[in-house]
């Protein structure tokens, strides 16, 4: 049973960075994708970003349009956390962040408890 604990949210102007980590316990990320989602204010959770423990030429990863040359995921093994740097903040990026793992990039199996991200002036 894999734990996950994302930590890194909270208040930023817009046009600010910041870095979410997702720490896992129990298991080893190296055998799973890993994914990143948010859930904004009244509305559905949605798909940000992913990175498969297959690594390509872009790393194994793919962004949502909507966070594309913005956001960027990586993953340290050795340290079993992954990693989702936010830069050029806007105030539609405000939301609860969730890390979550899974064999396949169509099945997650594993969700931390999420992570508040606000950007606001």
């Known amino acids: 049973q894999v734990q996950l604990g994302e930590s890194g949210g909270g208040l930023?102007?817009?046009?600010?960075?910041?870095?979410?980590?997702?720490a896992a316990s129990g298991g080893t990320i190296s055998r799973y994708v890993m994914g990143w989602f948010r859930q904004p204010p009244g509305k559905?959770?949605?798909?940000?970003a992913r990175i498969s423990y297959v690594t390509g030429s872009n790393g194994g990863t793919y962004y949502?349009?909507?966070?594309?040359?913005?956001f960027t995921c990586s993953r340290d093994n050795?340290?079993?956390?992954?990693?989702l740097q936010m830069d050029s903040l806007?105030?539609?990026?405000?939301?609860?962040?969730?890390?979550?793992a899974g064999i396949t990039i169509s099945s997650y199996n594993y969700w931390g408890q999420?992570?508040?991200?606000?950007?606001?002036?």
Do not use: H, I, M, W
């Open 12 to 22: 930023v102007q817009p046009g600010g960075s910041l870095r979410l980590s997702c």
């Open 44 to 48: 559905e959770r949605e798909f940000v």
């Open 64 to 70: 949502a349009d909507s966070v594309k040359g913005r």
């Open 78 to 83: 050795a340290k079993n956390t992954v990693y």
């Open 90 to 100: 806007k105030p539609e990026d405000t939301a609860v962040y969730y890390c979550a």
């Open 114 to 121: 999420g992570t508040q991200v606000t950007v606001s002036s």
